[in-house]
């Protein structure tokens, strides 16, 4: 079944559906399994070199199709890495046969001791960064006639190429994300492509070079609203037109823990910190009085509600906006920590408020909420900050830093600098007893000193943020002045 769903084929079964059982009913009717069929994006594979081997889809809207397969006679560890099916950035992962959310993971995802002959088939959902769809990605529809050459041996994405020879032949591919860029070749037998974005003309770029280059960005555009667009491509001149690959930003998540401030608690709700299940940093509220609710208002096109998922929950009302849009089952059979269980996007940029109510089971409980915004989350492993001094990498923290890593200094008036597009940045970074005042600048402009020291240690913490800046290039200077350390965990752009 997993290999049908991931062939989006049709499906022949000799079985008696009138007479099946529940384990032949389950297979049948799920329905996660069987969108991934119908969304119409065959997989391929990353290698088939081996016989641990990673099929994948691209779907265009963020979100990836990962099949695992082990194909050997015994049990064996199968991997995917991001950066081998494009994916720039965290990623959180769910398995779409038991519909379980089985976390964030930053580079990669193993499934341990696969048994032989066995699959699993997961959805992967960028949590933040870029997404690249190769030249051969089925979400692309050429017009016209193109033609692949591969292999070939020119430094192109995947040592690939789409192309033609025909004026006015196009290509379009519908995405959702902030922006994107064309990057293809240059060349001396190349020429002009029109540009159109949403179906309204933006510009033409030249891809003439006296001299072969590869992997230009020809045309670049960001500060898109967060949803659904359309690039299309069109060959005006030049013996060529290529696609190498297209990549589209995906704004990151903003991570609300259940002890923000902003959230309303309603009725005789519970802290309960050093759970020790898994939950985001380690704690959640919870009651287990029906009809009490949480409450939260939000900036942005959308949200998630991440909870546990226990024999002791029950169901939940869901509003947004003051419309009530479904009720959510939080019951599972053993316990499971950080589920996704209620999901909304595609809102209209602004404010927006998700309320949740109690209405079955013994408990309910809020872990967090991931707010999905334009923003853009940039790690600090990003090439484009420049780290000025005597920085260094601090991997694997296990302490809720964003991509589990920040880079920190000890030495005052060591400083990192980040250029960016937009009209505004927040820094984010922990608070903590050793840490002290850090001077900030913007466009070479002193802007403020923010402390980052606190008592005990605060993760994801905003000590600098700065909007309504002219749409376009800007640069952000943070200088280390006091304190044993400075830290950089990420920074978060708006377009």
């Not at 391929?44 to 070199?49: D, F, M, Y």
């Not at 379009?172 to 902030?178: A, I, L, M, Q, S």
């Not at 002009?192 to 230009?216: G, H, L």
């Not at 990192?416 to 002290?436: D, R």
Request: aromatic content about 10%; some cysteine.
């Amino acid at each position: 079944m997993t290999l049908w769903a991931m062939s989006s084929a049709q499906l022949y079964t000799g079985n008696d559906l009138t007479n099946l059982d529940s384990f032949g009913i389950g297979l049948l009717t799920n329905e996660e399994v069987i969108a991934v069929n119908q969304a119409g994006r065959p997989a391929h594979p990353v290698s088939t070199a081996s016989n641990q081997q990673a099929w994948y889809a691209n779907n265009g809207d963020g979100t990836y199709t990962v099949a695992l397969v082990n194909l050997g006679s015994s049990a064996a560890n199968v991997t995917v890495n991001w950066s081998d099916i494009g994916l720039n950035g965290a990623a959180t992962v769910r398995d779409l046969w038991t519909h379980t959310d089985l976390g964030t993971f930053n580079t990669g995802y193993t499934s341990t001791s696969l048994p032989s002959h066995a699959s699993r088939l997961l959805k992967v959902r960028a949590s933040g960064g870029s997404v690249t769809a190769n030249d051969d990605d089925t979400g692309i529809k050429y017009t016209g006639s193109w033609q692949r050459s591969y292999n070939r041996g020119l430094g192109d994405y995947l040592d690939d190429v789409h192309f033609t020879q025909t004026n006015n032949d196009y290509f379009e591919y519908n995405f959702n994300g902030t922006g994107i860029e064309l990057i293809t070749e240059k060349d001396s037998s190349q020429g002009n492509v029109d540009i159109y974005v949403d179906n309204v003309f933006k510009q033409t770029v030249n891809t003439y070079n006296a001299t072969r280059q590869s992997q230009q960005t020809v045309y670049a555009i960001s500060g898109l609203s967060n949803g659904s667009h359309k690039l299309k491509a069109v060959k005006k001149s030049g013996t060529y037109m290529l696609l190498d690959k297209l990549r589209f930003s995906v704004p990151s998540a903003i991570l609300v823990n259940d002890t923000d401030g902003a959230i309303t608690y309603s009725g005789t709700w519970i802290y309960n910190g050093s759970c020790g299940f898994g939950d985001y940093q380690d704690d959640v509220h919870y009651t287990q009085t029906n009809n009490d609710y949480a409450e939260y208002s939000f900036n942005g096109t959308g949200i998630e509600l991440v909870t546990e998922k226990d024999s002791s929950q029950g169901n939940i009302d869901i509003y947004v906006d003051n419309v009530f849009k479904q009720t959510v089952n939080t019951y599972n059979a053993t316990r499971q920590a950080q589920q996704t269980v209620y999901r909304i996007s595609g809102l209209s940029s602004g404010s927006h408020t998700i309320k949740a109510v109690k209405k079955s089971g013994t408990y309910m409980l809020i872990d967090q909420f991931k707010v999905l915004s334009n923003k853009i989350q940039i790690n600090d492993t990003d090439p484009g900050i420049i780290h000025s001094g005597a920085w260094s990498l601090n991997s694997n923290r296990g302490f809720g830093d964003y991509n589990n890593d920040v880079h920190f200094t000890q030495t005052n008036n060591d400083y990192f600098q980040y250029t960016f597009n937009g009209t505004g940045i927040e820094l984010l970074t922990e608070k903590e007893a050793g840490q002290g005042d850090v001077d900030i600048y913007v466009d070479n402009v002193f802007k403020t000193t923010v402390s980052t020291y606190n008592a005990t240690r605060l993760m994801n913490q905003v000590v600098y943020q700065i909007t309504g800046l002219t749409p376009g290039s800007h640069t952000l200077k943070a200088v280390k002045k006091t304190g044993t350390y400075m830290l950089l965990d990420s920074l978060r752009v708006t377009p």
